[in-house]
């Protein structure tokens, strides 16, 4: 299983990007998804994602309203898009897959056990 995060980069504050989540050797479709963040010296935490189905979408309430998630089963990749952006939304970000997470545990990234490698989204103000 491979996920591959992409799309990250330097941006003005307001600023919007999109990243793309790549995955490979799983079926799409079976698989919670999920996006998480990580800055320098925090924790990693959740951003949004998709319950096992699809049928949810799940969100931060720090990005409600500015990000949102889509996926695409057919080419087996996710996507966030990221509008209004703040310097608070520096960090790396993260895509991952589960197979088994249950709503109650689906911010928590200790559910997730397939990860891609991280993309680097810098906010300048």
């Known amino acids: 299983v491979q996920l591959q995060a992409s799309g990250g980069g330097l941006v003005q504050a307001g600023g919007s990007l999109r990243l793309s989540c790549a995955a490979s050797?799983?079926?799409?479709?079976?698989?919670?998804l999920g996006w998480f963040r990580q800055a320098p010296g925090n924790e990693r935490e959740y951003v949004a994602g998709?319950?096992?189905?699809?049928?949810?979408?799940y969100y931060a309430d720090s990005v409600k309203g500015r990000f949102t998630i889509s996926r695409d089963n057919a080419k087996n990749t996710a996507y966030l898009q990221m509008s209004s952006l703040r310097p608070e939304d520096t960090a790396v970000y993260y895509c991952?897959?589960?197979?088994?997470?249950?709503?109650?545990?689906?911010?928590?990234?200790?559910?997730?056990?397939?990860w891609g490698q991280g993309t680097l989204v810098t906010v300048s103000s």
């Open positions: 050797g799983l079926t799409f479709s079976s698989y919670a």
């Open positions: 991952a897959a589960s197979r088994s997470v249950i709503t109650s545990s689906i911010r928590d990234p200790r559910s997730y056990q397939h």
């Open positions: 998709f319950s096992r189905t699809g049928g949810y979408t």
